[in-house]
């Protein structure tokens, strides 16, 4: 479904990104995980488009089902079909649950009815008519996941949507991500938590200093925990 090779992304001068090549099959849940500033939210906005402003610029080739993704813009990746949902979540304080599902329009290939959002998130149906800043960490969270599904993604770039929420809504957030994949979605998960990686996603990929060190499965993430955590100096 994607696959990016010898991908490379400078800020400036300074180099990010190191040659990464990987593959993601449709159906999957890959991870990548390192430590802060090791290059995850670099490559999630390299794959959307959104990295070459300011002085910022990368190389290497990007395709999305068979299209060539390196000269569109952001928002025509996302009528192929990549949804992005940053690390602070982008959610309208002032607009409703339902005015910030609603107000972006469906323009991917498979934009979920909001009947099967509230299905796969109850959770937002009991807060529709909340505005975003009455949302608990998690709530917004869920917002977030469920606007890029709302406007049709069929690969999901995730970056780090545990960070700062308790243990029981990170398992919550668990149960989503394995619903959705099990409704056709792909995911691309930045993340720290190797627990909660481990429980989700069917690979990860390990990033260090801009490149892929090593790719694991998940029998040898449960088996190599202490040394990933130590690795990623948690």
């Given at each position: ?32 995980v ?8 670099t490559?999630l ?21 068979g ?7 952001a ?14 979540r ?11 599902l ?29 505005p ?24 999901l ?21 394995r619903d ?7 995911v ?17 990929h ?12 998940n ?5 190599r ?10």
């Amino acid at each position: 479904m994607l696959r990016i090779e010898d991908l490379s992304a400078w800020y400036g001068e300074a180099r990010v990104l190191n040659d990464v090549s990987l593959e993601i099959a449709e159906g999957e849940i890959v991870t990548l995980v390192g430590r802060n500033g090791a290059g995850k939210t670099t490559l999630l906005r390299c794959v959307m488009g959104l990295h070459a402003t300011g002085g910022a610029r990368a190389t290497g080739t990007i395709e999305f089902l068979g299209t060539a993704l390196t000269r569109l813009p952001a928002h025509r990746r996302t009528r192929c079909g990549l949804g992005y949902v940053p690390d602070d979540r982008g959610i309208y304080a002032t607009l409703t649950v339902e005015e910030n599902l609603t107000l972006p329009p469906a323009v991917g290939p498979r934009p979920w009815p909001l009947g099967q959002i509230y299905e796969t998130f109850p959770r937002l149906r009991e807060r529709r008519r909340s505005p975003g800043t009455k949302l608990s960490g998690g709530e917004q969270q869920m917002l977030a996941l469920a606007r890029v599904l709302r406007m049709g993604a069929r690969l999901l770039l995730c970056d780090e949507p545990t960070e700062g929420l308790s243990p029981l809504i990170v398992q919550q957030i668990g149960a989503i991500l394995r619903d959705v994949k099990d409704q056709g979605v792909t995911v691309l998960l930045v993340e720290q938590n190797i627990h909660f990686a481990a429980t989700v996603a069917d690979r990860h990929h390990l990033l260090a200093e801009g490149r892929i060190v090593r790719s694991l499965g998940n029998d040898e993430v449960r088996a190599r925990e202490h040394e990933l955590l130590e690795h990623l100096g948690i």
